[in-house]
């Protein structure tokens, strides 16, 4: 797994850019920052962007090479992140020690999803934040269409709502939706796509958007 990353984001240039999502962008300035927790951050564009509007930020891959690339525009950017290395199930978090956690494209080669999404649900505190952008099931259509928006090329990879309202059921629901967007994020995902976005708060502590 980390080959295939690290084969990636070894070019000079960022795969996906150095802009940050566009539905990430829009949706985490609605809320204070605090910590938030960025799984698959690939070369940090969306880790970063959190990081210059005040959160402290943990970062997430499989790949040394996307570290090294995150932190050289983090520096750029002259903002800090923390950056760790390694298979997400191996890496351990205190419980509800985050205020958010973003998952941009955080599509992870693993038999079940809902196990990731549980051990997330643990590192979040009461009233934090999970903010998703993923393709959907419909995405292979677009993607067999025109390979370079990206994205996996299985079922089991690919998000649904139905999934995210069961794996998420502890979540009030601010966002959920599935759409058809443009994408123009570097150089592997470009074109016409299917996306499922989520945004949700957990479920215990009162807190204003």
């Not at 962008?25 to 927790?37: K, Q, Y």
């Not at 199930?89 to 038999?111: N, R």
């Not at 051990?119 to 993607?143: D, T, V, W």
Request: aromatic letters at 12%; hydrophobic letters at 40%; a negative charge.
């Amino acid at each position: 797994m980390s080959q295939k990353w690290d084969e990636r984001y070894k070019r000079t240039d960022f795969a996906y850019g150095t802009e940050p999502n566009v539905f990430f962008r829009e949706w985490l300035p609605a809320f204070t920052p605090g910590s938030i927790l960025m799984p698959a951050d690939g070369e940090g564009r969306n880790g970063i962007f959190a990081a210059q509007t005040g959160w402290k930020v943990t970062s997430c891959d499989f790949s040394t090479e996307a570290r090294s690339k995150a932190m050289l525009l983090a520096r750029e950017k002259q903002v800090a992140l923390e950056y760790l290395v390694g298979d997400f199930s191996q890496l351990s978090f205190q419980p509800a020690s985050f205020d958010a956690i973003g998952l941009i494209y955080a599509h992870l080669d693993i038999p079940d999803k809902s196990v990731f999404h549980r051990q997330l649900n643990g590192y979040l505190r009461p009233g934090g934040i999970i903010i998703l952008e993923a393709f959907s099931k419909q995405h292979l259509h677009y993607k067999q269409l025109n390979p370079g928006v990206g994205g996996p090329g299985d079922l089991q990879s690919l998000y649904s709502k139905t999934e995210i309202t069961a794996d998420f059921h502890n979540y009030d629901i601010l966002l959920l939706e599935e759409e058809v967007i443009f994408l123009q994020e570097g150089s592997f995902h470009v074109g016409e796509g299917a996306v499922v976005r989520f945004v949700g708060r957990k479920r215990g502590d009162d807190v204003t958007r």
